[in-house]
């Protein structure tokens, strides 16, 4: 099946034909749903906090904080923001100056109220001749539209959600969702040395574009934030490209070349195995705030670490017991278990712990591994996956965050469960990688390759099968320790269509 250019190709990207052969065969085999014992929701499952869990977990991070551990904030801001200008898209290609939907009328009638609007007037009085307003007066919305996707003008239709302008500051720079997030790390995440790391994972012809903005923003934002910004990126492995296949699960070929696909943001995780931090911080590129709505981002996001750094202690302790030589009594053992199953929501239910020895083994299972805490918003509406305890290979039950395409919906108690479910993620995760002894975890070791799944596509009007890799969030930790806390919808403001932006949050 492959020949010498294919194999040249595959040595190129770093994939094995071991690996290459094993994708091949989940085409062929598929994904097993998961079994999904019911919905994590408020008092089982989601930890919803009062006000004094709050301060006191506010305190606990004020305190960390000031301690020397090393803190990061990781930002996935990989691809072009195209999808957040489908309508638009479409109504270039139609070539029609007729407004006939509802968000094309949308965006013109409130055009003024975009971040980008002086940049965007700017390049239609030097492309076309006329500022927006003649330009629409004379309905000559192509020529506008055109100014904003394309080269000749802001470039949007080819640039990263993280450089466009997403929100206005009166006399100032709009700032673009790269800027938020730098503020938003000074405002959380700044040690006690002043230094505010963060980690931007972006495709690779986009770097550039970031990092000449970081050098003409950076001396100003750590002036107004007293900030010392340390700011990396990384791109998408090629070794964790999967490969397309046509109808017949073979490989999908393109001028004779087999196609190969980005994996997924759940290929991200060779990038966050990377990074060397106590604590790190997840969060979308899209889900930012302006100044004016930062607030309740800050206080739930100092919360949910503090939340994080208290449940350590407990398992820093026990990892340090199970390791030690002393015997371990019943009354601590019992601890054990109570915590696991009352704070960490793990059970046992399906693999009997029949000697001492067996329930030492389950323990450090249990303990010896990653620990994230994740902010989980009331389903109002909005899309995403959501949390959910569940049967795990190893015989336990517990927390994980799921997608549709995970539930058997030709199972009615399955589809039942899902029905029930009260919130969704909104990608609000802080995270410990590391062990009592301050060892980081090989994080690669904790994902379950059977949470991936296949989607269907089209290349050049022939259809293909592409292989999704487990979700960063989803199956690609899927053995960490998960704690689930209820946050409010206002710390979630996710632009997905560019009328997102219209917003009041976003204003």
Known sequence: MLNDDDRQNLMQRGISE???????????????????????????????????????YL???????????????????????????????EFLSASSNELTKEKDRE??????????????????????????????????????????????????????????????????????????HMVEGALYAKNSKGKVSLHFTVSKEHI????????????????????????????????????AVDMDNNPFRENGQILFRPGGHGALIENLNSIDSDVIFIKNIDNVAPDAYKQPTIEYKMVLAGLLVHIQKTIFEYQAILDSEIRISEDVMKKMFLFAEKTLCVTNKYNPLDTNK???????????????????????????????????????????ILESSQFDMNDKNQVEIMKRSTHFNPVDLVCGVKNYKGDKYNLLSFVDENTGFISYKSKNGKELKALERPGLWNGSMSDWNTIFVEVPINTFTPVKMVTDLLRPEHQ
């Open 18 to 56: 071991e690996e290459f052969n094993a994708q091949l065969m989940q085409f062929r085999t598929g994904f097993p749903f998961m079994k999904v014992e019911k919905p994590a929701v408020a008092f089982d499952g989601i930890l919803c906090l009062d006000d004094k869990d709050k301060l006191l």
């Open 59 to 89: 305190s606990e991070w004020t305190e960390y904080l000031k301690q020397n551990h090393s803190v990061v904030k990781f930002v996935p801001a990989s691809g072009a923001a195209s999808r957040m200008f489908k309508s638009l898209f």
């Open 107 to 180: 965006f013109f009638e409130e055009i003024e109220h975009f971040a980008f609007y002086d940049d965007l007037n700017f390049y239609c009085k030097r492309n076309e001749g006329w500022d927006i307003p003649h330009l629409i007066a004379d309905k000559k919305y192509i020529k506008i539209v055109e100014s904003l996707l394309e080269k000749k003008g802001l470039n949007y239709g080819f640039l990263p959600k993280g450089l466009l302008a997403f929100h206005k500051y009166e006399g100032k720079n709009a700032r673009t969702p790269f800027e938020e």
């Open 208 to 243: 550039d574009y970031f990092e000449k903005l970081l050098k003409s923003r950076i001396d100003e934002l750590a002036y107004q934030y007293g900030s010392d910004f340390d700011v990396t990126f990384s791109v998408q492995k090629p070794s964790t490209d999967t490969v």
């Open 358 to 400: 067996d329930k030492i083994a389950y323990l450090k299972m249990v303990y010896n591994r990653p620990l994230r805490v994740c902010g989980m918003v009331r389903n109002e509406g909005e899309p995403g996956g959501g949390p959910y305890l569940c049967q795990n290979p190893n015989g336990t039950v517990s927390c994980q």
